[in-house]
């Protein structure tokens, strides 16, 4: 999935192309946070489960042509990828668990907590990934050189 | 994530370096580069066992003051890195801006999301106690507005600002840093910064407006 990168004029730096990553992470992600939003505008009453369905639905197939698109990757930092990704991840699992004991202790219950626990998921590992992948993206062996 | 000395830069960063060599100015050495700052995360872990421990026992003082000790100084830091030092690192030579990051950036990897953190989960809980998300409550609209400036906020500083801070910092522990990719990325974040900053006085409006009805 990775482009070479294009030539540059001389004296300037050039960066390697990758696949749009970050950015199909960070539309997920929006997909997540207006999910959030609406299922938060009804409480403290039960939501309507259809739209926030949808929305979750829609973000994890992102994310799923995400990590398709991340295997196919050349040339890119695996080891700081990694590096990062698992210590970011390791806090953004506590800031969403964070936010389920705040909506769990509000009696937040069956299918609202199923789709919110969905979305939290989707967010723990969307977040990670957009910091992985940039800081990886910038360490590069063929960026590197640049 | 330990420390690194970075003792090299980029040609940018070398060219600032030999002119300031040459003019007869005493160069700074490098600055000691940590990502995450370790002796932060246990202040940051009491914080969060604060905000759990308000959350868990719907303590009012303790959400109360969750949410504007850390929507204060949330709303604060981001207007004055948006609009005060954001413009004046933007007009820096690169390696002042590469200092000034060194030493700033890795603060604000353990600050700001401690302070969203605060903000938003005490807030929440205050909502639902003092029944303003309730459809029937005045305020009801204006925090779904506020809602959705959060949450543009909240898009913006993880999937834009936050990886940007943080390939800055690794960009700089490298023995050989990339000014280009430095200043290409501290662009962004000033941007960001700025858009979120004047986001924060739309914040200011509708929490002055929910406080007052």
Known sequence: ?146 | MTDTRVDSSSTELEAGAEAGAEAGAVVPPRPVIQIVPLKGLPIVAVILGFLVASIGFNWQWGLDFNHVAGGGLWTGIDLFVGLVVGPILGRLSIPARAEFSARFMPKMVLVMPTLVAMTLASGFQLALDLGNLKASSPNHAWLMVSFVVVGIMAVIALGILEPANIAVLFEMRKPRPNGEVIGKLMKRFIYTAGVTGLMQVATLVIMTRVASQ
Not at chain 1, 47 to 67: E, I, K, R, Y
Not at chain 1, 119 to 130: D, E, G, K, Y
Request: overall charge positive; proline content about 6%; glycine content about 8%.
């Open chain 1, 1 to 146: 999935m990775s482009v070479p990168r294009s030539a540059a004029p001389a004296g300037v730096t050039s960066q390697q192309r990758f696949a749009p990553v970050a950015g199909i992470a960070a539309a997920s992600l929006v997909l997540v946070v207006v999910g959030g939003i609406y299922m938060a505008s009804y409480a403290p009453r039960r939501p309507p489960l259809g739209v926030p369905v949808l929305l979750a639905v829609a973000s994890g197939v992102l994310l799923a042509v995400n990590v398709v698109m991340l295997a196919r990757t050349r040339g890119l930092a695996w080891d700081k990828f990694f590096l990062v990704g698992r210590w970011a991840l390791l806090s953004y699992v506590i800031a969403a668990g964070l936010i389920e004991f705040a909506f769990v202790r509000d009696h937040t219950r069956g299918g609202p907590l199923v789709v919110l626990t969905a979305m939290l998921v989707l967010f723990a590992v969307n977040v990670p990934l957009i910091i992985s992948f940039t800081v990886a993206r910038y360490q590069s062996a063929r960026g590197d050189a640049a």
